[in-house]
């Protein structure tokens, strides 16, 4: 079953990425911008705009020449350290790809399948050829459904092919016991990146995202060959939004607890009536299983009841309409501009669309990621990164047990129990132990849809197949080519694929202070996710369970309350503030990371002084560091969007934090009356 709110909730991944399709339409290759020039500490000081003062705006002191020299490509939505390196990696992935392409694979390898996977996209003429007509028997299928049940079947199916039903779910372990899988089933099916585009009326963007919406679901039918399309197209606009009346919202789907709603098989028809739970289960493959975990218990109510009370042919119409639009990146031409107007250049404020290469890279690192990851590991991850990597987790570790010894406000017997959790912690560095096996997944060279349709059933039966089976924990929830990291409290750990470990975040050639800022905080960021609102729910063996006390739970409180007013305060796009609530763990993890790897790069001195280098001190260079790997522009449709659906604050704005620790403003001479100038008693600290 797909991955949904919960699994995001879970993973507390790292960096933002924004809604875009899996793969779009060719376009012009945009210029890319010149990379930074680095100085002999290894920081981009040509990147900086000296003459603002750190105290006034410290993201523009340490990236203002940078912000100010630099174009977002036409075919990005965003651009910042972070999408440079994905672009790297994109570069990479594609020439080890197309070197499996080549005719030295053996033949059924997982190399000769990715190479045959990333040929089948870029044979742009045989998609073009066959239209719309590999869709043609799954809309037949969906127009010959003939009562409740069936919508409900089809939802199940729909769970094989990735589709987003008002109703699915996912394969993950059991958030009260980590050492069994479980069947969690919750909210979804809307085509609009989230339940505030159709219900806020005061937001003109989400009343243009509306309008535009209506029309792409029009088009796409039109596309199709299915008629009355306007008509149809405002019946499933107008389920939507009943569906989307049923969700609750991203701050609340955060709270990890409230997810954990088992009910028995049994009873589930009881529990949660109007809804034939027997035929999706069945076609969903997981009718055998006792018990599902429900992770919104009134959106699944209030949809169940929806799919009893609403026509049978808005039903169909609107599953016919999700079908083209989640085929519609992989079919011909028109489908695929239709689908970048509305998710690229609507939603994001994008451009251009992606050239074709790209859109094949992250269809076969959609579909392959791991085959990939080996070729990518084998060819641009030397093994000296991850023993430097292993060195500087030690260490990050040791300043958050130093603290978490020292924390005033939490009592001594959860303070033992926090500390054990973070001695049980595993750490993850640039790649798997195991590769994944795809040895049963059919790829070929001549078929691009049905390459993506039978990679997302294999990836659903590899998640089917771990029910009741022990745990595999050395499984990975990232691919080692992609640039981010995560925290997952279930593994009591924290993982580091490859591609983050490179400049800015990773320099094995650059001075100490300026690794401590950037891979440093980075470290101490998903270390302390473990103890962030959400992480602290989990226990020392990484169960969901309440071990705090409850004076230190009100205690936390009243330091997480100042962050969410903190962050609250600040305003990305005129009239669209920060949600310090939705963003709380992530604006958490940042402020204990900063603090970690500070103390950190002091423990790695040995009390020794540290050398000033070209003019800039040790913590200098440390708070450069940190503000340089967030290097943010984006595009105010993509910022909107963010601000709404996203658990991180805007790249740009996450370089703040310093204004919380005293060392920078003892750095950077900060003085009163400057405008991120916070008075001591006001400078939050947590860990």
Do not use: C
Not at 491 to 507: G, T
Not at 603 to 632: C, E, M, N
């Amino acid at each position: 079953m797909t991955k949904r709110n919960l699994i995001g909730a879970a993973m507390l991944a790292l960096a933002t990425t924004l809604a875009q399709p899996a793969v779009a339409q060719a376009a012009p290759a945009a210029a890319t911008p010149a990379k930074p020039t680095f100085g002999s500490f290894g920081f981009d000081i040509a990147g900086m705009d000296r003459g603002v003062a750190p105290g006034d705006d410290f993201y523009k002191f340490a990236n203002g020449g940078w912000d100010k020299a630099t174009a977002i490509p036409e075919d990005r939505a965003s651009w910042g350290s972070m999408v440079v390196l994905r672009d790297l990696s994109d570069q990479r992935t594609r020439a080890v790809i197309e070197e499996s392409a080549g005719a030295h694979a053996a033949p059924g390898s997982a190399t000769q399948k990715v190479g045959d996977y990333f040929a089948s996209f870029m044979d742009e003429a045989a998609i073009e050829a066959k239209g719309a007509t590999p869709l043609q028997p799954q809309l037949a299928e969906i127009a010959a459904a003939k009562s409740a049940s069936d919508i409900a079947r089809l939802f199940g199916e729909d769970q094989w092919l990735g589709i987003d039903t008002p109703i699915g779910g996912g394969v993950e372990q059991d958030l009260k016991d980590n050492t069994v899988y479980a069947v969690y089933i919750g909210q979804g099916g809307l085509g609009l990146p989230d339940r505030d585009y159709y219900l806020v009326k005061d937001n003109p963007k989400f009343a243009e995202a509306r309008t535009k919406y209506q029309a792409y679901i029009a088009q796409l039918l039109t596309l199709a060959g299915i008629g009355d399309a306007a008509a149809k197209a405002q019946r499933i606009f107008d389920l939507e939004t009943k569906i989307a009346q049923t969700h609750w919202t991203r701050a609340e789907s955060r709270q990890i607890d409230k997810l954990y709603n088992p009910v028995a098989t049994a009873d589930i028809a009881a529990t949660y009536p109007g809804f034939d739970w027997h035929a999706f289960l069945t076609a969903a493959g997981v009718a055998d299983q006792p018990q599902i975990v429900v992770t919104q218990p009134s959106a699944v109510t209030g949809i169940a009841a929806l799919v009893a009370s609403e026509p049978l042919d808005t039903w169909k119409d609107y599953l016919a309409f999700r079908a083209i639009s989640n085929a519609a990146p992989l079919l011909s031409k028109p489908f695929v501009d239709a689908n970048f107007a509305l998710y690229g250049n609507t939603l994001a404020g994008t451009p251009q669309l992606k050239e074709r290469w790209k859109r094949g890279v992250d269809l076969v690192n959609g579909g392959m990621g791991e085959a990939v990851g080996e070729l990518y590991v084998a060819k641009y991850f030397p093994p000296e990164s991850k023993a430097k990597m292993e060195a500087l987790v030690a260490n990050l570790r040791t300043a958050l047990d130093g603290r978490l010894s020292r924390l005033a406000w939490m009592a001594p017997e959860t303070k033992a129990k926090a500390r054990a959790k973070l001695a049980a912690f595993t750490s993850k560095i640039g790649y798997p132990d195991t590769w994944r096996d795809y040895g049963k997944l059919e790829i070929r060279r001549d078929d691009a849809f049905g390459n993506a349709q039978r990679a997302r059933r294999f990836e659903y039966q590899r998640n089917l197949d771990k029910i009741g089976k022990p745990v595999d924990k050395s499984e990975w929830g990232m691919t080692p080519q992609t640039v981010n990291a995560y925290a997952n409290p279930l593994m009591n750990e924290i993982v580091f694929p490859a591609a983050i470990l490179q400049a800015p975040f990773f320099d094995p050639n650059a001075d100490d202070a300026i690794n401590y800022g950037a891979i440093g905080a980075v470290i101490g960021h998903e270390l302390s996710h473990h103890f962030d609102d959400q992480g602290r729910k989990f226990d020392p063996q990484g169960n969901l369970a309440d071990w705090w006390t409850a004076e230190d739970v009100t205690r936390f409180k009243t330091y997480t309350d100042k962050v969410v007013a903190q962050y609250g305060a600040y305003e990305p796009i005129p009239g669209s503030h920060v949600n310090g609530e939705l963003t709380l763990g992530e604006n958490m993890a940042d402020l204990a990371g900063l603090n970690i790897a500070y103390d950190a790069y002091q423990l790695s001195l040995h009390g020794k002084p540290a050398p000033v280098i070209d003019g800039y001190t040790a913590d200098q260079r440390f708070f450069l560091g940190y503000a340089q790997v967030w290097r943010y522009k984006a595009r105010d449709a993509a910022v909107q969007q963010q601000l709404t659906t996203d658990p991180h604050t805007p790249g740009n704005w996450r370089p703040y934090v310093v204004r919380n620790l005293d060392a920078w403003y003892k750095a950077f001479d900060v003085k009163p009356g400057q405008t991120f100038y916070l008075a001591p008693d006001q400078r939050i600290k947590v860990w």
